[in-house]
C-alpha cells in the first residue's frame, strides 16, 4: 500500500505525496515530515556508476550499491557494463535490471557495452539490448575506450535508430600505456609515467566530428582537462548532439594529493592540475559540462590498499556526491536550481529516464531528495554503506548531508538512515 506524506515547510513550500504523485492538496491520514531549513531536490539521477554485480560481488551489489546510492539523495542510477560477464547481452542487461527491482532502494538502469567483453572489435548486441526489458539506452565500454574510429561511426549510426547515446572513455590507449597519474609537474617530480590530456583530447575531438558528422549523439564520460572543456564547447557551438560529466572528484582534488602515494587518490581519468579544476567548474556553470556523475567504483581492500602501482583505479562516491559538488561549486547563482539541473533533470533526460527529474511539481513521481545543510560528517567504514570503502573523503569533514530520500512517495532513507 502506497503511503501518503506531508513534507512541510522547505524552502519550495510544503509537499504533497498520494499515490507515489506530488500532489497539489493534502492528503488525508498523512505522514508528516517537519523539513524545516532543509533543501528539497527531485530525486538524484547518476548516469555512471559501477556495481560490480555479476562477478565482483566482493567489492559492491546492486543491492549494496542501491543503499549507498538511496542514502547519497539517489533515486535511480546508471550501472555501467564492465562487470563479469560484460553487460553486453540483453540477458546480462536484463539480470542486473531485475537485481535492482528486487533490491527496491533506486531505479537501476543498466548501460550496454558498446564493444563485445569490451573488446573493441566488435559491436554488441545494441538493437537486442535496447528492446529486452531493461530498454538500454546508453551504451559505454567505460573503463575501456573505443578507439577504433570506424567501429565508434557504426556505433554511433546504430543507436540512432532507438535514440540511444554512446558514453565514450576518452582515452587514447596508446598515448596512457604504463601511466600512473597525471602528466605535468608532478608526475616529474614524483617520477610516475604520465597520462596526458592530449589522450582524453584527442579523442574527444575525433568523437564530436564523427557525432557531428553523423548526426547522432555522444556523452563524454569523466572530462578531466580544460583543453576537453574547451573541444566539447567548440562542438556545442556547432549544435552538435554532444553531452558531458564532470564528477565530485574532478571538480575538487588535484594531482599534488598523488603526492602521498595513498592508491585512493588514483583514478582513470587521472586527478589533474588545479587549472583544471577551475576550467572544469567554470565548463560546468557555463553549461558546456551538463551534467555531475559520480563514476563511483568501490574495490576491496586487496585491490585498493597496495603499492600505487598495483592498486586499480577509482574511488567510491555516491553518499559524498552532493555534498562535494555544493563545497566545489559554492558561490554559483542559483546553485540548488542548478543542482536539480546538473544532478537530476539533465541526466534523467540525456538517460531516457521518464520516472526520474521530472521536478517537484504536481503530477511528476514523488521523487524526493531532502538535504540539511546544517549538518557536517565525516565519511569512513562506519558511515559508508557501500561494500567498499576507497573514499578519498575519509577524515575530512563535509558539510551538509542527505536526511531523506523517497522513490515513487516511498521513504528508502529516513532520519538520515536507510530503510531496507
Known sequence: M????????????DLFVRDGVFVDSEPADAQRIDATGLIALP?????????????REDAETVETGSR???LGGYTAVCAMANTDPVADTAGVVEQVWRLGKDAGLVDVQPIGA??????GERLAELGAMATSAADVRVFSDDGHCVHDPVLMRRALEYVKAFDGVIAQHAEEPRLTAGAQMNEGDTSARLGLAGWPAVAEEAIIARDVLLAG???????????STAGSVELIRWAKSKGWRVTAEVTPHHLLLTDELVGSY????????????EADVLALREGLRDGTIDIVATDHAPHTVEDKECEWAYARPGMVGLET?????????AG????WGRVTDWMSVTPARIAGLSQQGQGLRPGAPANLTLFDPSLTWTPGPSELMSRSHNTPYAGRELSGRVVATFLRGEPTVLDGKAQK
Request: charged share 15%; hydrophobic share 45%; aromatic share 2%.
Open 43 to 55: 530525486g538524484l539521477v547518476d548516469l555512471h556508476t559501477h556495481l560490480r554485480e555479476p562477478g
Open 332 to 335: 554559483t547563482d542559483d546553485i
Open 2 to 13: 502506497t503511503s501518503s506524506w506531508i513534507v512541510s515547510g522547505t524552502q519550495v513550500g
Open 114 to 119: 558498446v564493444t563485445v567483453g569490451l573488446a
Open 262 to 273: 595513498d592508491p585512493v587518490f588514483k583514478v582513470n581519468p587521472p586527478l589533474r592540475t
Open 321 to 329: 556526491a552532493l555534498s562535494i559538488v555544493v563545497e566545489a561549486m
Open 213 to 223: 558528422h553523423v548526426n547522432s549523439r555522444l556523452h563524454i564520460c569523466h572530462v
Open 68 to 70: 549507498a546510492a538511496a
